[in-house]
Structures are given as structure tokens and as C-alpha cells.
């Protein structure tokens, strides 16, 4: 399974984008999807979260100004970021539970690359 995120950029504070990350690969299914962040110098965090039927939940700091969301037919997570700060410039990596087998409800996680958001004051 490989995931392929996209979407980073160089933004004015106040500004937005649309990250995405897409899946491809062999598995069974795809239980939640999410979106963690790495500024330099601090750890990876969590940005949103989105489980297989819809539930989402989101760090305080992020809450009402992004929206995380699925498209099962494609395999594919998204994050809307809107009124960006300073304080959101970091790597963005999408994280995906994947069951690979039908006969075992064991996941494994698969990370992303990572893409760039860097915001400008």
C-alpha cells in the first residue's frame, strides 16, 4: 500500500489550500484516515481524524478552521485548511489503518510522504 499526499504550498496567513492524499495498492479495506503535522523542531502531531463511517474529531487548534473528509470510491482523504497561521506551517502526513486481510481484523498503519505547508505572515 503506498500513499501519495499532495496539496502543500506557500500561503499569505489568512489563506487556504486543499491537501489530499490517495491510496493505492492491495488491501481489504480502509478503517480511519488522518492528518498529522511536524513543525521543525516538535514532534508529530495530530491534526484530524476521520473513521470509516464519518466521525471526525480535530486538535483544539485547528477546530473550525479545517475540515478533514473521505471519498471511499477513491481511496482518498482530504483536508480543507482554511485561515492559516503562522503556527500551522509544518509537513503535513496523511496516516491510513489499512486491514489488509478480510480473515483478521488486524491493521497496519501506512503513512504518506508528507507535503509542505508553509505560511507566510
Known amino acids: 500500500v503506498q500513499l501519495q499526499a499532495s496539496g502543500g504550498g506557500l500561503v499569505q496567513a489568512g489563506g487556504s489550500l486543499r491537501l489530499s492524499c490517495a491510496a493505492s495498492g492491495s488491501f481489504f479495506s480502509i478503517n480511519d484516515m488522518g492528518w498529522y503535522r511536524q513543525a521543525p523542531g516538535k514532534e508529530r502531531e495530530l491534526v484530524a481524524r476521520?473513521?470509516?463511517?464519518?466521525?471526525?474529531n480535530y486538535a483544539e487548534s485547528v477546530k473550525g478552521r479545517f475540515t478533514i473528509s473521505r471519498d471511499n470510491a477513491r481511496n482518498t482523504v482530504y483536508l480543507q485548511v482554511n485561515s492559516l497561521k503562522s503556527g500551522d506551517t509544518a509537513v503535513y502526513y496523511c496516516?491510513?489503518?489499512?486491514?489488509?486481510?478480510?480473515?483478521?481484523?488486524?491493521?497496519?498503519?501506512?503513512w504518506g510522504q508528507g507535503t509542505l505547508v508553509t505560511v507566510s505572515s
Open positions: 476521520i473513521t470509516s463511517t464519518g466521525s471526525t
Open positions: 496516516n491510513y489503518k489499512v486491514r489488509r486481510s478480510p480473515y483478521s481484523a488486524y491493521e497496519t498503519d501506512y
